[in-house]
């Protein structure tokens, strides 16, 4: 009579550190500025490919300047102590600054008895809204100026300059 006798040996495998990768992304309209939050769990290392030409081996890459407006992909790629590999890839929308072409025009204030006006010609995107310093004005034509010097804020839909 033969007996086998079979042993088994009962394990689990779990892991305390679950990798998971996320990143946020804040930008102000017209900035180009975005700032980066890193939201991963379980990793170590960190390799940002950020969009702008810009790399950062930092957990949070923090504040970043794009000097074109665009949509730019970002990667984040990671590891964790036990050598796990991770990477997540979004796409990010960035408004940067942009000039809008501007002519302006304003009467001598001796030729028009101690008063003139000043008009400015935004082109671009329409419509626009004006913002005088120290007036209440808000289109393209300012009247009744005294000698001084004045600011206008022209805002497009896409961004604001200042003349």
Not at 34 to 54: D, H, K, R, V
Request: glycine content about 6%; hydrophobic content about 30%; aromatic content about 8%.
């Amino acid at each position: 009579m033969q007996i086998y006798v079979q042993k088994y040996k009962r394990f689990s495998i779990s892991s305390s550190k679950i990798q998971l990768q996320n990143f946020s992304v804040a930008s102000t309209p017209c900035s180009g500025v975005a700032t980066f939050t890193n939201m991963s769990t379980g990793s170590s290392t960190y390799n940002w490919t950020l969009g702008n030409g810009n790399n950062s081996s930092s957990s949070n890459p923090g504040v970043q300047t794009f000097t074109a407006s665009g949509i730019y992909t970002v990667q984040l790629n990671s590891g964790s102590s036990l050598g796990c590999l991770d990477s997540i890839v979004k796409t990010i929308s960035i408004t940067a600054p942009s000039t809008v072409p501007m002519s302006q025009t304003s009467s001598s204030i001796l030729c028009y008895d101690g008063s003139s006006s000043a008009t400015v010609n935004p082109a671009g995107v329409r419509p626009f809204a004006y913002s005088w310093s120290s007036l209440t004005n808000t289109t393209s034509v300012a009247n009744n100026l005294l000698a001084g010097t004045y600011t206008v804020n022209v805002v497009s839909p896409s961004c604001e300059q200042d003349h």
